[in-house]
Structures are given as C-alpha cells and as structure tokens.
C-alpha cells in the first residue's frame, strides 16, 4: 500500500471548518484513500473513504485532487469532540490478501479550541 | 449491545501471570482482527482471523496466543508477558477480508505489566 504523509498537528477554533491535507503521491490506481479518527484512550473510528470523487457523509467531506496525489478531509463545523488524532490510510483493493490491513501511520493530532 | 466490545476495559499483570483479553462483536462480520498500540507508535497488525481460521501473524511472540472459536468472538492469551508489551489492545472486525469494507474497532484493552 501506498505510504501517506500528514502534518504531526493542526488547530482549528470551534465552529471553522477544518481541514486536514493529506499527501499520498504514490498512490496506484486501484488503490483508496480511508479516514479514520482516534480519540483519546478509544479505538479509531471509520471517517470516510474515496477512490478519485469527492465524498460526503454525515461526518465529514473528503476532497481528491484530480491526479489522486492528494486528498483533504473536511469537517465543515469543528466542535471539541473532534479534537482527535487523524489518521489518512491507503489501501488496495486488490483482495485477497489486504485482510482489513490497514497500516496505520503517525497521523495528524487535530486540536480544537474554543 | 452493538459493534466491538473488549473486556477488561484496564488490566495489569505481572509477568508471570497469565491472562486472557476477550473481543466480541455484534456486527455480523466474518473477520477479526488483534493490534497493538504502544505509547508513541503507530499501531500494528498482530492477528488476523478469516472465518475463524488464523490468516495472518504478523511475527508475533508466542507469549500471545489468540483464539477464535466462532465468528463473534475474539481472544488474546497472554503468559509470561514483558513490561515492554504494556499496549492498548485493540480488537476489530469487518466483512470478508480483502474486501473494501469498514474495519469497526472496539475501545480497546489498556494492559500494563508489571
């Protein structure tokens, strides 16, 4: 799987949006961009996840940029229990042997004030 | 009760204890999964189980030992640990591994050897 790079933190004041960079410019054709959230002391939380359209769900917006080495993920209105580690992953899907592998990197420790 | 559930919650145990950390979920899914997270270090993927077969061991100690007898449940054993493998340990599960599907973490067990 492709490997990501994400700042190591970010603030944001409660109620902007944010808006987390992720870059991936490895990234292979078959392969998707994930998002997953960690709260403190809990397990990560499934955000939202792409191939090369932008997405929205009730969470969040993930925006790719056209030659996939890049993607943004947006939460519209921060609130302070969104202050979380954020965690952008690349994974295949060629099957077979991926098996929920998510490889987890440092991610970016997202802040929210108030 | 819903998704992935871990118990205990908080364990600590000395090294000569032997121990057993519990995982089920309530999700229908037919893949489980064990990761370890120790303080300032991505996660990792230790075990992963495809319809109650071991599919992958990621060059885990033999002092964890999982188990999965059906497909809802999930367990580590542990024996004769170190004070290095004091780790939140998390438990997941998803459909059919290789597969796009969400991987659902529970909340985790936070193990401290003593």
């Known amino acids: 799987d492709a490997k990501t790079t994400q700042p190591p933190s970010m603030d944001c004041a409660e109620g902007r949006a944010a808006n987390l960079p992720c870059n991936h410019s490895?990234?292979?054709?078959?392969?998707?961009v994930y998002w997953y959230r960690q709260i403190h002391s809990q397990g990560p939380q499934y955000i939202i996840h792409?191939?090369?359209n932008n997405e929205t769900n009730e969470m969040a917006s993930l925006i790719i940029t056209e030659d996939r080495k890049s993607s943004t993920l947006i939460l519209p209105h921060a609130t302070l229990r969104d202050t979380a580690v954020y965690y952008c992953?690349?994974?295949?899907?060629?099957?077979?042997?991926?098996?929920?592998?998510?490889?987890f990197g440092q991610g970016t420790i997202l802040t929210v004030h108030p | 009760e819903t998704g992935v559930t871990q118990t205990p919650r908080h364990l600590v145990m000395g090294m000569t204890n032997k121990k057993s950390l519990k995982c089920e979920q309530h999700?229908?899914?037919?893949?489980m999964y064990w990761y370890k997270q120790s303080a300032k270090k991505p996660l990792e993927l230790m075990f992963v189980?495809?319809?109650?077969?071991?599919?992958e061991n990621n060059s885990v100690p033999s002092r964890f030992s999982p188990e999965c007898p059906n497909s809802s449940h999930l367990f580590l054993h542990l024996h004769t640990l170190q004070p290095e493998d004091s780790a939140l340990y998390l438990c997941?599960?998803?459909?059919?591994?290789?597969?796009?599907?969400?991987?659902?973490f529970g909340s985790g067990t936070r193990l401290t050897v003593v």
């Open positions: 997941a599960s998803s459909q059919l591994p290789g597969t796009l599907e969400v991987v659902t």
């Open positions: 490895t990234i292979s054709g078959n392969e998707y």
């Open positions: 792409g191939l090369k």
């Open positions: 992953i690349v994974r295949s899907s060629a099957g077979g042997t991926s098996y929920g592998k998510l490889t």
């Open positions: 999700l229908g899914h037919n893949a």
């Open positions: 189980y495809s319809l109650e077969e071991r599919v």
